[in-house]
């Protein structure tokens, strides 16, 4: 959640910080660090229910 309110922002603040020649590497390395964070957030349980799943199997 916290990486997809961080992409929020980014997204809704964009026209205004488009001014900056800086800005478009920094965005593109926050979006990635989001994008890093929503998949591990997303990765976490899948990857602990498959282990676990073949735990059982065994």
Not at 31 to 56: D, E, G, Y
Request: no cysteine; net charge positive; hydrophobic share 65%.
């Amino acid at each position: 959640m916290t990486a997809l309110s961080t992409a929020g922002a980014f997204f809704y603040f964009w026209p205004q910080m488009r001014g900056f020649l800086a800005v478009p590497l920094l965005f593109t390395a926050v979006m990635f660090v989001a994008l890093v964070l929503a998949l591990t957030a997303f990765a976490l349980p899948v990857v602990s229910r498959v282990q676990s799943w073949q735990a059982k199997q065994k």
